[in-house]
Every structure is written in structure tokens, then in C-alpha cells.
């Protein structure tokens, strides 16, 4: 469980920086709305970032393979949305010049946060 706690460490650490990299380096060289599709990877990843942090101390109450499925759901949802949120934003400085394979990733990993989301509410209302 500490590595959970791990990951979500390093992912916040990981989102402080891009953030500082995007504020900082990526202003001048990307347009507003590839930065805001960049900040919108960044908000989420943060969210993610402290659940993982936060999750290790419900799993007393989950049994292990749900909370295990939460916790890759919710790696995977972030991978799959912020990650391809941030190629999307930064596809014309690194030579990605047709991205439309990007915008299909996006939602997979929304999906995915989503149903670890789910997952956890409806285990801890059978919990009780």
C-alpha cells in the first residue's frame, strides 16, 4: 500500500513540475488554448495525484482486488487523459503534426477515472 502512496507522491511532484515548465517555458511557445488543454491535464492529474495519496487508508475497508482495481483504474486514467492532454498541447513543439489519435485517448482515460470512481462508491456503500 505505501507504494500507492508512492506513485501519488511522485505524480504530484511530477504535476508540480510540469506545471512550473508549462508556466514558465511553454507560455511563449504554445498558443492559449493548446495551454489550457494543458492545465486541464494538469488539474486532473492532481486530483488523481492526492486519491492515490488518500486511497491506501480506505483499503482496510476494500477488499485488496477492489482496491487494487481502483488504483490501476485510476493510473491508468490518468495516463491515458492527462498524458495524452499533454502531447495534445505540446504536439506542434515535439513533431506530432496530426494528433487525432490523441483526442481518442482522452476519453478512455476519463472513462477510466470515472469507473474507479463508481467502483470505490459502491464498494464503500456496501461497507456499511
Known sequence: MNQISAIGAFSMAFTIILGAFGAHWLEGQINSERLAVLETGLKYQMIHSISLLVLPLLFFKLDI???NAIW???IGGI???????YL???????GIPN????GMITP????????????LGI????VN
Do not use: D, E, H, N
Not at 495516463?79 to 492532454?85: D, E, M, P, R, V
Not at 494528433?99 to 490523441?102: E, F, G
Not at 482515460?109 to 474507479?116: A, H, M, P, Q, R
Open 72 to 74: 490501476y483504474l485510476q
Open 123 to 126: 464498494k464503500l456503500l456496501k
Open 99 to 102: 494528433a487525432t489519435w490523441l
Open 88 to 94: 495534445l498541447a505540446v504536439r506542434g513543439l515535439i
Open 65 to 67: 482486488q477492489v482496491g
Open 108 to 119: 478512455l482515460g476519463g472513462l477510466s477515472l470515472i469507473l474507479s470512481w463508481i467502483l
Open 79 to 85: 495516463l491515458l487523459f492527462s498524458f495524452s492532454l
